[in-house]
């Protein structure tokens, strides 16, 4: 186990200092669930003031209680937090909404957007309603009970939505027998579900929710999401024994598939496909150079077009004037014997052609995007001395570019002067990092 993902705000439920003891992360997802429990705490605070409970209850019981059941308002009134983190930020700006002065208390800050961060006795002497936004620990444990209660203003109203273990459920009961508070209104327990003997069953003024803080659905998609976000955060290096397993593994496997001689390298690089209409002149073509270019199609049209960016580029071969319906023929071909490399596009997919024999370019280095059947049928791929393509169509996910590239032609790129963030695409041999670009600082570099 490498890491454990908490689908919500508390991790008491987990022994955080075991686990990473055991190099494992532990992490929750705070903030996904801040809008859910700070809407609900806020709805418990004004259900007393409104009497909503009562109200209803004596409805369903066919009571007409207009007379008996005697309202307050928020507006004017002080709300005290206990915490002031995600949850707590969250209702203080609903509460500061409804005309509430917003005060709190947590040590941890020292200072806040919204609210006056006051001591934790400054908060009981002034606060008419209090809510709870803390984690369970030794020190939040019980904080709550008779001790406590003596402190705070007569008929304060108390919120839980933090956790049950933060008061004393007996000393709760009294004070709300007494009239010291109140109201509790929690959505939270010391177990869920309670136990029968819990003594806030058949205490008075106690609104209660079964643990419902975290339960929205906007807020389950929110979990899923962040969840989606750790996992991306902390995935695996790519310096980690686990990726380079999963790289050499995939790399022996390519190898294998297309029968690879020593000479051949598969590489995986950034930036997808077309990326390499511009990597190839600028690396492969030297000063005064040129390549030759069949033209079949769109895709490579726009290799040609990024290639005469860098360097002067022939077409050798072209099946425009048809429509390009068809691939050109061997003896159609013009190659230029001391052209830096002949460059082909293996499939056309908007017009269906493809080639079935590859043209022999008499010892001129051979390269093909073959970004559009790649791997979907047996070909010598010894013969080229680079083939790219997209990994997306047949092999992995979009933004991934695979080069099989010739090791013995890759030295010859050290002559290939080219901006260093740019250098080899990623491919190892290329020009050293300490040798000059010659002045050549943009990608858009023309060498013509």
């Known amino acids: 186990m490498r890491l454990i993902i908490r689908g919500g705000v508390g991790l008491d439920n987990i022994d955080v200092e075991y686990a990473q003891s055991k190099g494992i992360q532990v992490f929750n ?20 003031p409104t009497r909503l409970v009562e109200g209803h209850i004596g409805m369903t019981n066919r009571e007409w209680l207009k007379k008996t059941l ?84 007569d008929g304060v109203v108390i919120i839980n939505t933090a956790r049950g273990k933060c008061i004393s459920e007996k000393d709760m009961a009294e004070a709300l027998e007494s009239g010291k508070v109140r109201a509790y209104a929690t959505d939270v327990w010391n177990s869920d579900p309670p ?6 069953y058949d205490a008075p003024n106690v609104i209660m929710t079964p643990h419902l803080g975290a339960s929205s659905g906007e807020n389950m998609l929110r979990i899923g999401d962040m969840v989606v976000r750790i996992l991306e955060d902390v995935e695996t290096s790519h310096r980690s024994p686990e990726y380079d397993a999963v790289h050499e593994g995939a790399i022996s496997l390519m190898t294998e598939l297309l029968g690879l001689d020593d000479d051949h390298q598969v590489l995986f690089l950034q930036g997808g496909a077309s990326m390499q209409f511009a990597m190839l002149p600028m690396n492969f073509i030297p000063d005064g150079g040129s390549a030759d270019f069949v033209n079949t199609g769109t895709w490579s049209q726009k290799a040609i077009k990024e290639a005469n960016i860098i360097a002067s580029c022939r077409v050798a071969g072209s099946s425009e004037e048809g429509g390009f319906t068809r691939i050109p023929k061997q003896a159609e071909l013009d190659l230029d014997p001391s ?44 013969r080229f001395n680079l083939i790219y393509a997209g990994a997306q169509k047949n092999i992995g996910p979009s933004g991934v570019t695979i080069a099989i590239i010739k090791k013995s032609w890759l030295e010859k790129a050290n002559d290939a002067q080219c901006p260093g963030v740019v250098e080899g695409t990623g491919w190892p041999g290329g020009r050293r990092k300490d040798e000059p670009c010659q002045g050549r600082s943009s990608v858009r570099c023309d060498r013509r």
């Not at 937090?81 to 020292?110: C, H, Q, S, W």
């Not at 136990?195 to 806030?200: A, G, K, M, N, Y």
């Not at 024999?357 to 979907?376: N, Q």
Request: hydrophobic share 45%; charged share 20%.
């Open 195 to 200: 136990d029968e003997s819990c003594p806030l």
């Open 70 to 153: 005697k309202r307050t308002e928020l507006m004017g009134k002080t709300l005290g937090l206990i915490g002031a983190g995600n949850i707590g930020t969250e209702l203080a700006r609903r509460a500061i909404a409804f005309g509430m002065r917003v005060i709190a208390y947590d040590p941890l800050l020292k200072n806040h957007e919204c609210v006056d961060l006051v001591s934790l006795e400054e908060l009981f002497v002034e606060a008419d309603y209090i809510s709870l936004h803390v984690p369970l620990t030794d020190s939040t444990r019980e904080m709550f009970n008779t001790e406590t209660f003596a402190q705070l203003k």
């Open 339 to 382: 052209a830096s490399y002949v460059h082909i596009t293996s499939n056309n997919t908007i017009k269906g052609t493809q080639y079935h024999e590859f043209p022999d370019t008499a010892g001129v280095p051979l390269v093909a995007d073959m970004s559009s059947d790649i791997l979907w049928r047996p070909i010598d791929a010894n």
């Open 29 to 48: 997802t705070a903030e996904a669930s801040a809008v859910a429990v700070a809407e609900l705490a806020l709805a418990l605070m004004i259900s007393v």
